[in-house]
């Protein structure tokens, strides 16, 4: 997509204006620009030096090291229960120096959204994501911008989202014997079509909520892991029950409170401080920031980085806060979703914008199925900050709707996929933007009107008149990659095929819920799962029919991709469920 002022280069296209976000200050003066390069370059490998070096304070971490490099460890898993605090902080820093060294040798240029990635792979260090499974993933970046012959900015960047799957590759790496030399060649080869496909996937999926969910992997990570676990467990596993999927063990350790709130507390100070002394009279300042709304926003273009470090300071603060007032357990589980909430403290996360998600993390418990300690609410709290652009845009009503959605789902999706992806809650995150997005698109046109249409109007109502729409949105949403020229009577036939898609899509989510539910006459789940993944089949089937006119109008590969991949994936995945059986 093209770039924009203060969008950086992954910016999308905007729903229309956001009245109450700051005047941008573009680019800033070029002193300011040299200084934000040298900054953003030399934070993360400090940052993830500060791990590292921690780490040899608590002891040796190579033993414990070479054990996590050895070990599958499914989400949720803390490396601090098997193998010790030090060698979790040293595997920590080398996930995010992997990181740090693949943006630089890809030379994108100072972004808020290359923060994601490298914090996203600090906090996957914690959870049992490891080096020899992050590299391969990273080159299949790489590969990706080489066969197309493009600069590996994009690419790399979205590939490193991928190491959240390294559970998936470790597993196939060890197989159910320990390694072998056709085992470590097919974890290898995975790898790299990992990091290779998920250019074109987040490239397919980003349009469908137009930036109101930051993370635009989500639902790419949540489908290639569930894909990939039905693979190994036909394959490898040869389980038959869906229950093995839902009754993995969680493997927590012991609280590390002692340790993590001074060493946190001391590293959010210091990021503090040094945005304060770095921020000169003619930056932005920081009350800018904090009045954006977070929707499409690069902080580092608009507000510099002196900003941006003290954005990052305020975020980790108020989440030790948050954690420290629900006493929640700081093992590894709650330090890598201290450091998922980071990923958009440089592009659209903000105090403002997040601490309504906290609240409502906090009115969520309050239901008898939710625990406010338990380890899938710790986690995903953290990935729940991808949707402050709904707050920050929409208002608290719609924040609180997002937020609330996200912590019912977290127990749902704990383990979906096997525990193969350890960004489950960036996909719980994708599904409620995903599901919200025509009742949010239609508020967001509503106010862009003006005041007039809104300034009387409760909630409900709003809630009721956009949901009215719903079904214009759906096809909206559903139909991004048609060609928006196209003349409405090029095929007589396309309308029939997006009807049926739809027909197809509703009657297999349906029996996709039948089967997660404990209902006594679903005794067939393997047969319903067959079927709706056939249905699924068949719905990218009329989805392809309509973009192409029946097959008389040829689309890119590029735009084409998804629906023709996932096709073929649902036929192979329904016949997996029927005749593993």
Not at 97 to 120: E, H, K, M, N, V
Not at 391 to 409: D, E, K, M, S, T
Not at 503 to 527: K, Q
Request: hydrophobic residues 50%; charged residues 10%; proline residues 7%.
């Amino acid at each position: 997509p093209p770039s924009k002022p203060g969008g950086g280069v992954f910016s999308l296209k905007k729903t229309g204006p956001v009245p109450r976000d700051p005047p941008p200050h573009a680019g800033g003066t070029m002193e300011r620009t040299r200084r934000d390069q040298l900054f953003f370059f030399w934070f993360m490998p400090l940052f993830s030096l500060a791990f590292c070096i921690a780490a040899w304070l608590v002891g040796n971490p190579l033993p414990g090291l070479w054990s996590i490099w050895q070990t599958a460890a499914p989400f949720l898993t803390d490396p601090i229960a098997t193998v010790g605090l030090s060698a979790a902080l040293f595997n920590s820093g080398t996930m995010g120096l992997l990181a740090w060294c693949a943006l630089w040798l890809s030379q994108i240029r100072p972004t808020g959204r290359a923060f994601a990635p490298f914090f996203l792979c600090i906090g996957a260090g914690l959870l049992g994501g490891d080096l020899l499974s992050g590299l391969p993933i990273t080159l299949g970046g790489f590969l990706y911008a080489a066969l197309r012959k493009e600069p590996p900015a994009k690419s790399v960047l979205f590939a490193l989202y991928g190491c959240a799957l390294s559970p998936a590759v470790a597993s196939f790496y060890m197989g159910l014997h320990g390694p072998t030399p056709w085992s470590i060649v097919l974890g290898l080869l995975l790898a790299v079509f990992i990091g290779f496909l998920c250019t074109p996937l987040v490239l397919g999926i980003r349009p469908l909520h137009h930036g109101f969910n930051l993370h635009s992997m989500g639902i790419p990570l949540g489908v290639i892991s569930v894909v990939l676990y039905a693979v190994y467990r036909s394959a490898i596993l040869h389980m038959v029950s869906w229950t093995d999927t839902q009754s993995l063990p969680l493997l927590l350790g012991d609280s590390q409170h002692a340790f993590f709130f001074p060493f946190f507390g001391l590293i959010f100070l210091a990021l503090l401080m040094l945005g304060r002394a770095i921020h000169k009279p003619q930056d932005p300042a920081y009350k800018e920031l904090f009045s954006h709304s977070g929707l499409e926003a690069d902080f580092i273009s608009l507000f510099g980085m002196a900003n941006v470090f003290q954005n990052m300071g305020l975020m980790g603060l108020m989440f030790l806060a948050y954690f420290f007032l629900i006493s929640a357990p700081f093992n590894g589980a709650a330090a890598s979703a201290l450091l998922f909430a980071l990923c958009w403290s440089a592009a659209g996360a903000h105090p403002r914008n997040t601490a309504p998600i906290l609240v409502t993390y906090s009115l969520m418990s309050l239901l008898p199925g939710l625990n406010l300690n338990a380890p899938e609410l710790v986690v995903g709290v953290g990935f729940a900050v991808g949707l402050a652009p709904i707050y920050g845009r929409l208002g608290w009503a719609y924040g609180l709707l997002a937020a609330g959605l996200h912590a019912c789902l977290m127990p749902l999706l704990l383990h979906t996929g096997g525990g193969f992806n350890l960004a489950t809650g960036a996909l719980a995150a994708g599904i409620v933007a995903l599901a919200l997005y025509p009742i949010l698109s239609q508020q967001a046109r509503r106010q862009e009107e003006g005041p007039i249409h809104t300034a009387h109007a409760s909630v409900a109502s709003e809630l009721l008149h956009s949901a009215a729409h719903i079904v214009d949105g759906m096809d909206e949403a559903l139909s991004h990659v048609a060609d928006p020229t196209a003349s409405a009577t090029a095929s007589p036939h396309k309308d029939l095929f997006l009807l049926l898609r739809n027909i197809f899509a509703c009657i297999a989510a349906g029996l996709f819920l039948l089967t997660l539910l404990p209902l006594s006459f679903v005794s067939h789940s393997h047969v319903l799962r067959f079927a709706a993944y056939i249905l699924g089949a068949l719905a990218y089937g009329s989805e392809i029919l309509a973009l192409t006119h029946g097959f008389r109008k040829k689309q890119p590969l590029d735009e084409m991709l998804m629906p023709y991949l996932f096709g073929i994936l649902y036929i192979a995945l329904g016949f997996s469920y029927l005749l593993g059986h």
